[in-house]
């Protein structure tokens, strides 16, 4: 069992360049991967989405990229003089037709401001030998931080099992009461019915009568399909708390079909200690609800 709630690093360098990768997650009902990264990674963000969904099925997914660059700063950068010039003399014309004389701070901050456009500096892309060698180390990083996230995950993931396999103890211990007592109050519902009906009829009842009576009675309230479903659940959540693939969506499922037949128990039975059973039953189901919505 992992849990959904999870944090992994990981720092490589290879050659002149230095990734470091943190990921961050949390419970989420579907997988969503949210990837801040550095543009000139952008090629390879794909394929490091799809390293993700091989490794977290499941919760929010928060990953963040920095890469440094260790190697001297030898990218090419390339001015076009000519329409910054064109832009100078355009701006210092325009603001003495408008502003009288010339302000120097203005026209220089504009044309800072202008000057960050692509169209008038140029920086050199990577290379393609670049590409391939961040590639390469973006995915290799990702892996190791995957593997540190997926540890993670799981050891918080046992410390919930360990959770859930006492609450799950406790609740196959409180429906093995309940079936235990409804045996019990059946025989007794019948004796005191017919203790009853003698002392208002009187001796005389006819038993083929009584018998009929005392049975639509039981079937009203009978509980044994209920109890026996409860007990298979029960059965298949220990099963799936040892399971060693991504159990939350099933164990959501399972609970709820428990929570039904509780509540339809409830409905049938009017005996106090049937009905304390339920309180305990449904208690312990929100108890497990609550854990569950936290695991993978």
Known sequence: MKS???????????KNYQLEIEIKSVNQRFLDIQIRSPKVLGFVENE??????????????DVFINLTYLGEQDKKVTINWQLIDTLYTQMTTGIKERYGEANALLIGKLIERFALNEEFVTIAE??????ELLAQLAKE?????????????SIEGQ??????????????????????F????EQEFQTRYQEKLEAFLGAEVERDRLLTEIAILLERGD???EIDRLIIHTQKLEELLEADYPIGRELDFLLQEM??????????????????????????LEKIREQIQNIE
């Not at 490091?48 to 997914?61: A, D, F, N, P, W």
């Not at 410390?159 to 235990?180: H, P, R, T, W, Y």
């Not at 409804?182 to 109050?185: K, R």
């Not at 929570?259 to 312990?284: L, M, P």
């Open 223 to 225: 509980i044994h399909e």
């Open 141 to 153: 990083t990702m892996q190791t931080a995957l593997r540190s996230i997926e540890e993670s995950r």
């Open 48 to 61: 490091l989405r799809q390293l993700i969904k091989t490794k977290l099925s499941r919760g929010r997914v």
């Open 182 to 185: 409804v045996e019990i109050y």
């Open 159 to 180: 410390a919930l099992a360990n959770v859930l396999l006492q609450q799950a103890a406790e609740l196959k211990q409180n429906i093995a009461g309940l079936a235990s």
């Open 259 to 284: 929570n039904r037949e509780i509540n339809t128990i409830g409905s049938k039975s009017s005996a106090i200690e049937i009905k304390n059973h339920v309180v305990q039953s449904k208690t312990i």
């Open 126 to 131: 990577a290379t393609e030998e670049d590409q």
């Open 4 to 14: 959904m709630t999870g944090f992994g690093n990981a720092i490589r360098e290879k």
